[in-house]
């Protein structure tokens, strides 16, 4: 194994001494003008040192290697309070939902009982029905609410003469079933 080459004498300026050592089983110069090279021994060769290239890990203060910032540093601190940020609102979302919508549910229902509504149109076939009352003597009140109960798995069926009917909710697994007769059947 030879040295590499001394600088050209025009450009050399003594800012550093030149050293050797070995650094993970790897033969590592460094110039009086810092310039660093290893030796390959699969090429059987010095090779100059390139931030960036193919090259082993160069020695401890070699000028070689990934200049990474403290930890504390605002930039690697902003990651972890967005996280922390968003943990936060998803466990106070969990905890405190921004409204109980099957209370709301529930008492708009039991609002309806009694009342009439008008049929807003058809889905597969089947009548939809508004979800606000309107007056039993108009020509708009399609049926009136019989009763309201609740549609969780086990609840009874309509009385005879009645149809279920649901009425969408936002945010409400299973809704009250609204049981309804025709205005003109039951008046």
Known sequence: MSEPPPP??????RSRPAARTVHLGVH????????VSFFDADGERWVPYERGGDAPPTPPGWGGGLVRPRWTTGWRLVPVVITVFVVVIAVVQVIRPSGNQVQKEAKASAALLGKCLAQSGTASGHPKYSSKPVPCGSQRAAVKVIKVQPSSPGSPFCPP?????????SGVRYLHIECVQDVHAGG
Not at 8 to 13: I, K
């Open 8 to 13: 050209d004498r025009a450009t050399q300026r």
């Open 28 to 35: 590592w110069y460094r110039d009086d003008r810092g310039r």
């Open 161 to 169: 003469g009645t149809t279920g009917v649901e009425l969408p909710y």
